[in-house]
């Protein structure tokens, strides 16, 4: 049985095409990988501040019942100041 001839342009042409569809999928999946990274990121971040805020919320809940916003702020030097101020910093 003999196979009809080979179309060199048609080869090529198919050839090409899986290429691209290779590199479109590629790209796809590196896209895919970025999101999933940012993502697993932000879910850190998040993790971060809702632990910070448990534990500042105990000191929170102490300075207020005791009426005074800077007892727990007491030893470094500047009581009742809870953050630094804006102002320029010489």
Sequence with gaps: MLFPPIDVAVLIRDVNASNEAVEDQCLRTRQAADIAD????AADQAVTE???KE????????????GDPGSHNRGLGRP?????SAGPRW
């Design 50 to 52: 809702a632990v910070r």
């Design 38 to 41: 940012r993502s697993a990121c």
């Design 55 to 66: 534990v500042a919320a105990p000191t929170a809940r102490a300075a207020a019942a005791t």
């Design 80 to 84: 009742g100041l809870l953050f630094r």
